[in-house]
């Protein structure tokens, strides 16, 4: 059991790091001003732009799909070669080492964004299915890593250079690569979780979420504080980044930690087991034997040689009772049947199939409240670079890197209401 439990929160690190580096979409704004120079186009063709790469999204179903029918390792593989073709086209193409059209580049983008529903879909299905009772609390701290993307980007890029804006474009093409060729020797798709687990389990659970939201936080306060600093070489943001790559590695101490102890507790488990069969060995050859056969396994053989030839006479209350059993177990199975035809339509947190989806008042609410909220936030991300340039300031990197740390702590406290339960309504009001 406790290696289960392991698996499955280093497959949550493993969700938690996916989720890190596919935010590429969030640092547009920090190399937007060179890619309009390269390419000779205006500001609403820059829009386009960037229009196309949120566009990619809208494709995002053919990773749900994708998922249903193709091994974990074969969609990771499929989203970092698409993100690799999209991102590292465009780095060629702005570094001046090959020439692209404009509808060209346009394409690369779609490409480009699509990439990110499929790295996006990994983590979704991988929290769903390894933490049924705690969804809620597994996605909003993968999705608050997601926000994080642009400030981890922007680290690294100034530890390499302080003045290459090409260098974004790198490392959206690299990096989901090797972090996904890495992963893919342990992270692996959820067998059938029991969604009904124990008090203690669940309790268990909300702590080491509070102990992850702990870590988070503690990182992007990290990042937060990057931007004030204002290093003046490269060396400097290289030791800052060491921070971050022990802060990001900090989670792996929970499934570590889980496994070290269940192997201490089977070492010991055996060794117990192994002196005491040794020492009723030593007393006495016949105790060995009747040692291996566990009190339960005795009590069930003493009764059958008691009561193994009585037969239960007719119309006693123990065959009354049977009766009964076996009439409210048809009853029962009866009333499921009804009420899974009744109610054709599956409760949230459930497949849905396309119909279902289209029939579902909370898809539709979720919908319009995604298009006239997150939408917005698009907008003002995708344009950080030249509202940086209008205002006078020639590095937009800083605007970009503060808007993914506070987007990141933004994300993070929309699970609020699940770790406070009896405050949800006042933390929503």
């Known amino acids: 059991m406790g290696s289960e439990q392991a698996m499955k929160w280093m497959n949550l690190v493993a969700v938690l790091w996916i989720q890190a580096c596919s935010g590429t979409n969030f640092d547009f704004s920090a190399y937007s001003s060179s890619l309009k120079q390269v390419l000779q186009i205006g500001q609403v063709q820059l829009n386009n732009l960037a229009v196309a790469s949120d566009l990619g999204k809208a494709l995002g179903w053919i990773a749900g799909y994708a998922m249903r029918r193709m091994p974990l390792w074969a969609v990771m593989f499929i989203a970092s070669i698409i993100g690799l073709v999209g991102y590292g086209v465009q780095w060629l193409v702005m570094t001046e080492k090959i020439s692209a059209q404009y509808w060209q580049v346009y394409l690369l983008c779609l490409l480009a964004g699509n990439s990110i529903c499929w790295l996006n879909t990994v983590g979704f299905i991988l929290c769903i299915q390894y933490f049924p009772t705690r969804k809620a609390m597994a996605l909003g701290i ?10 981890l980007y922007t680290l690294i890029v100034k530890t390499i250079s302080l003045d290459d804006e090409s260098l974004y474009l790198l490392l959206n093409a690299v990096l989901p690569l090797i972090i996904c060729s890495i992963l893919l020797t342990f992270i692996r798709q959820a067998p059938s979780m029991e969604d009904s687990e124990s008090e203690s389990v669940r309790d268990g659970e909300r702590f080491t979420f509070i102990t992850l ?7 992007g306060v990290y990042l937060l504080v990057n931007e004030f600093l204002n290093f003046r070489s490269t060396s400097s943001y290289r030791l800052y980044a060491i921070g971050m790559v022990l802060l990001l590695v900090a989670p792996l101490c929970i499934p570590g930690g889980m496994y070290i102890r269940d192997l201490r507790n089977n070492r010991d488990a055996t060794m117990g087991l192994q002196r005491e069969y040794s020492r009723i060995s030593d007393d006495n050859g016949g105790l060995a034997k ?22 239960v006479p007719e119309g006693s209350a123990a065959e009354e009772d049977f ?3 076996n009439a409210d177990i ?3 199975i009866f009333t499921r049947i009804r009420s899974f035809s009744s109610h054709s339509q599956p409760n949230l947190g459930q497949e849905h199939n396309v119909p279902q989806l289209f029939r579902s008042v909370d898809f539709w609410l979720y919908f319009f409240m995604y298009f006239c909220g997150a939408t917005l936030g698009l907008v003002y991300s995708n344009n950080l670079g030249q509202i940086a340039q209008s205002r006078g300031h020639s590095n937009a990197a800083v605007f970009v890197s503060l808007y993914s740390s506070f987007a990141f702590f933004g994300r993070l406290m929309s699970a609020a209401p699940e770790y406070f339960p009896r405050y949800s309504l006042s933390c929503v009001l």
């Open 142 to 151: 993968s999705t608050s890593y997601n926000g994080l993307s642009a400030a």
């Open 213 to 219: 939201n702990i870590i988070a936080v503690v990182l």
């Open 290 to 311: 009747h040692f291996l056969c566990s009190d339960e396994d005795r009590d069930l053989q003493e009764n059958e040689m008691e009561f193994g030839d009585e037969v």
């Open 323 to 325: 009766a009964d059993n």
């Open 330 to 332: 048809c009853n029962n």
